[in-house]
């Protein structure tokens, strides 16, 4: 597979998340599910989510 194949249309970059999911590193993991959509919903700098952001 290649790189690309992991990152979405809006840009963000599934990849070092498939790879923590791989080596069972679910603390990680979890915290980078949390930074993916974060910047998924463009709130980034924020730091948080309401519901209107999906």
């Not at 790189?3 to 069972?24: Q, R």
């Not at 949390?34 to 989510?49: D, F, S, V, Y």
Request: aromatic share 10%; hydrophobic share 40%; charged share 30%.
């Amino acid at each position: 597979m290649d790189k690309n194949d992991f990152v979405s249309t809006i840009g963000v970059d599934y990849t070092t998340l498939l790879d923590l999911l791989k080596a069972e590193n679910f603390e990680d993991a979890n915290k980078e599910t949390m930074t993916l959509c974060l910047k998924a919903a463009g709130q980034e700098k924020i730091g948080w989510l309401k519901a209107e952001h999906f």
